[in-house]
């Protein structure tokens, strides 16, 4: 039982961390995309951008270990990021 919570914070991390990561990258890219949106006057939409946070958990839930799943649901993510202008 124990290793089994030790399992689970373990794969926790490594996906807390994971999303960090392509949270960061999508925060850039969003900073990159509110610069040249504020240029053309185009802003980000939270609550886009929390629909695309509340898609990313559950894929990256359905991905497991599998590397290039997660790599699919981290550029869904910033696609999805990407298209939250106004």
């Known amino acids: 039982m124990i290793t089994g919570a030790l399992k689970s914070m373990a794969v ?3 996906c807390a961390a994971f999303l960090s990561a392509v949270t960061v990258g999508g925060v850039s890219a969003a900073s990159s995309s509110v610069a040249k949106g504020a240029m053309a006057g ?4 939270p609550d886009c951008i929390k629909k695309c946070n509340d ?3 559950p894929c990256m839930s359905k991905a497991g270990k599998v590397a290039e799943a997660k790599w699919v649901c981290a550029r869904n993510y910033s ?3 990407g ?3 106004f």
Not at 42 to 45: H, S, Y
Request: charged share 30%; proline share 0%; hydrophobic share 40%.
């Open 42 to 45: 185009k802003k980000l939409d």
């Open 12 to 14: 926790s991390a490594i």
């Open 55 to 57: 898609v990313v958990d």
């Open 83 to 85: 298209n939250c202008k």
């Open 79 to 81: 696609n999805c990021v």
